[in-house]
């Protein structure tokens, strides 16, 4: 019995830990592949939320600063496995640039030479190779202790969807406004809808809703937002906040660069932020990628709808916005159209994350009412496996199916 009570003791411990996850806003620099990888499975594995950046050459100090600055990292993973040098002068301008970031040093080994330079410089943790949970919990645990109280949260921070069309006519601002009620079917109860394209935005047309303000007058009062003033700027539907777009083209809107004084506050009010962006190209559709804990690219098998998927998403490789949270969307989906979905794959040397049907009569049924698509139709089916997925609910049924089974079949073994 008490083997038992340990493990139930050491998952609880565990499961606390996770659920802190969320307060973290984390900063990679790993200019070794090797070790990027690493840690990217490891943070995926622990359930910690994607790299706010993901650095894969060591920032010069004017870089580094703009990073700290655009990103507000509370924990910073350092590769010191291929250059040293340069490791430890990055370290040392990040302790220098901000002493309340927790910054962890990955080592290829125990050395206490290479360990004690790391702490001189400002390194407050180490992860040793090979990486694993255990080093990890243990280090962000300890963070938790040591870092300013205002660094480390919320603990309820909400995660940030940016949903991002291959181009235009691929139903991305469909898919982000079905997908935002989804989140209200799962159980979540403060949801936001943000329609951040300023010359294009639809959400207003397709859920026939208005608002006398839009996220271009959240920027311009970034600095005295409070909760009166934002619901004057938002309206409402079936429990779902949105944040609409210009109705029409205001002054500055091609000047746009940085949507962060929106995600920030949002992340603070909501559990879930579904971003509505006009495409992929540009400083401002990067900040919302960059802001995003996870990139929904919506394209459809259609061969110049694909093109454009690939030139996106190289796009997005040079902007340095990690591929580990990019999920690939394929919508309206037809077989007897277009590609296959293992043509679409190889094509674009990515795995294709979800698909939806193509379902044209549902799609048009929900445009003319203003209302999310029928729960019942091929494609209101395909919006509801998205959010499962996106939710983990999927992986859950199937390992809560897979333990039953298990189950069922030790009992039939034993009585037979």
């Not at 083997?3 to 620099?29: G, Y």
């Not at 935002?180 to 951040?196: E, I």
């Not at 992340?267 to 879930?272: F, K, L, N, P, T």
């Not at 949270?325 to 293992?342: A, F, P, Q």
Request: net charge neutral; charged share 20%; proline share 5%.
């Amino acid at each position: 019995m008490e083997p038992v009570r340990q493990h139930m003791s050491e998952l609880d411990r565990r499961s606390e830990s996770i659920q802190n996850s969320a307060c973290w806003r984390i900063l990679t620099i790993c200019p070794n592949p090797s070790i990027r990888n690493e840690l990217h499975q490891l943070i995926a594995k622990y359930g910690l939320p994607s790299s706010v950046a993901d650095e894969t050459a060591y920032p010069d100090p004017r870089s580094m600063g703009q990073l700290l600055t655009a990103h507000h990292p509370n924990l910073c993973f350092v590769d010191v496995t291929k250059d040293i040098k340069n490791a430890l002068a990055t370290i040392h301008t990040i302790n220098q640039t901000d002493q309340g970031i927790g910054i962890v040093a990955l080592l290829p080994g125990n050395d206490p030479e290479i360990i004690l330079k790391c702490l001189r410089q400002g390194a407050t943790e180490f992860l040793i190779q090979p990486l694993n949970a255990e080093q990890l919990e243990a280090s962000l645990n300890k963070l938790i202790r040591i870092l300013p109280k205002d660094k480390i949260g919320p603990k309820n921070a909400g995660k940030v969807y940016a949903v991002m069309p291959a181009k235009g006519a691929c139903g991305a601002t469909t898919v982000a406004t079905n997908l935002a009620f989804q989140w209200k079917r799962l159980g979540k109860k403060r949801v936001l809808l943000a329609d951040l394209d300023p010359l294009g935005g639809t959400v207003s047309f397709l859920l026939k809703v208005k608002c006398a303000y839009s996220f271009v007058d959240v920027l311009h009062r970034s600095g005295n937002l409070d909760t009166d003033l934002w619901k004057a700027m938002i309206t409402s539907r079936e429990g779902v906040d949105i944040l609409l777009a210009p109705e029409v083209l205001v002054e500055g809107i091609s000047d746009l660069k940085d949507c962060s004084p929106i995600i920030n506050y949002a992340r603070d009010h909501y559990d879930i932020i579904i971003l509505d962006a006009g495409n992929v190209y540009g400083p401002w559709n990067l900040s919302q990628a960059q802001h995003a804990d996870e990139i929904l690219l919506v394209t459809t098998n259609e061969l110049p709808a694909l093109q454009a998927a690939q030139r996106a998403l190289n796009y997005l490789d040079v902007a340095r916005i990690g591929r580990h949270k990019t999920r690939l969307v394929v919508n309206r989906y037809n077989r007897d159209v277009g590609l296959s979905k293992e043509v679409i794959s190889t094509a674009l040397n990515s795995d294709i994350y979800h698909i939806i049907p193509s379902d044209y009569e549902a799609i048009q049924k929900g445009l003319m009412e203003g209302k999310p698509i029928s729960a019942n139709s091929a494609v209101g089916k395909g919006m509801a496996q998205l959010g499962d997925r996106l939710a983990g609910r999927e992986e859950t049924e199937r390992k809560t199916s897979s333990t039953l089974s298990g189950l069922l079949s030790l009992f039939s073994r034993a009585s037979s």
